[in-house]
């Protein structure tokens, strides 16, 4: 890990040219005058989840202008929790801060939620209070419901845990193995690691360009088998503390478990 990178901006990106440039440009809007100000240190790693319309070529435009942008590239398209995976594996701050790239969510609200980071907050999880979305209604129902069932399943107490914009100490995430669909379960996964998270309610908007890629009906079922997954994984987790002792009679940690 680069230790000067103090902030890493995670997006996932599949079909979004008509956004990846709105985004880039709301991040230096915010970011670079933290950066001229309080010596900020910040990069955004853009995963381009295999587009097959111009993303990438965007991209590329966009990082001869901004050299803090990251591009990553997978290939084949492989899904969010794969292109999160993979923002992860390659972002090199002490804090990691997660937005869709559909411009949605606000990437400036980063800054606010990092702010709540400290000893008793690990990860600070965004909840999309009053959601923009076309067909407003079905979405709030299906994600009303999918939020109490998962709620009373896994017992996280977090109002909206698919909201893509998170904040994370390095920490939470280091060593965290996903699977396809893991990203819905960000907070229960993290509190079963032993970590303190949070939740605040976060700005709105409607999509700025392009189409939804994800249908709240048709990824209820895979949803809601995943779930059982977290569920199982949350009895089978193992928590311990190792201790080395020491010939002079010292104790040593090594670490917590998992």
């Not at 000893?119 to 965004?126: K, L, R």
């Not at 100490?169 to 229960?188: D, N, S, W």
């Not at 939804?212 to 987790?237: E, H, I, P």
Request: include cysteine.
């Amino acid at each position: 890990m680069a230790q000067d990178v103090q902030l890493s901006i995670v997006a996932p990106a599949y079909n979004e040219e008509g956004n990846v440039g709105p985004l880039i440009e709301r991040i230096d809007e915010v970011f670079s005058p933290l950066a001229a100000a309080e010596g900020l240190t910040f990069e955004a790693v853009i995963v381009d989840d295999c587009s097959t319309d111009r993303t990438r070529e965007r991209l590329l435009e966009l990082r001869e202008k901004f050299p803090w942008v990251r591009i990553v590239t997978l290939t084949p398209n492989s899904g969010q929790s794969a292109a999160m995976f993979a923002g992860f594996s390659n972002a090199r701050g002490r804090v990691i801060g997660t937005v869709d790239a559909d411009m949605q969510n606000d990437p400036g609200e980063v800054a606010r939620l990092m702010k709540m980071l400290g000893p008793d907050v690990d990860m600070v999880n965004g909840w999309r209070k009053d959601r923009q979305d076309k067909n407003k209604g079905l979405r709030r129902f299906a994600s009303r419901f999918a939020n109490g069932l998962r709620n009373w399943y896994l017992k996280d107490n977090i109002q909206d845990s698919a909201c893509g914009l998170k904040v994370y100490k390095r920490e939470c995430i280091v060593g965290l193995t996903l699977y396809r669909g893991m990203h819905r379960f960000f907070p229960a996964l993290v509190k079963m690691r032993g970590f303190k998270v949070i939740e605040v309610p976060v700005t709105h908007f409607a999509r700025h360009s392009g189409e939804s890629k994800y249908m709240a009906v048709g990824r209820a079922k895979v949803a809601f088998w995943d779930m059982l997954a977290v569920g199982w994984m949350q009895k089978r987790v193992i928590r311990f503390e190792e201790r080395e002792l020491m010939q002079n009679g010292d104790v040593t940690t090594k670490k917590d478990a998992p």
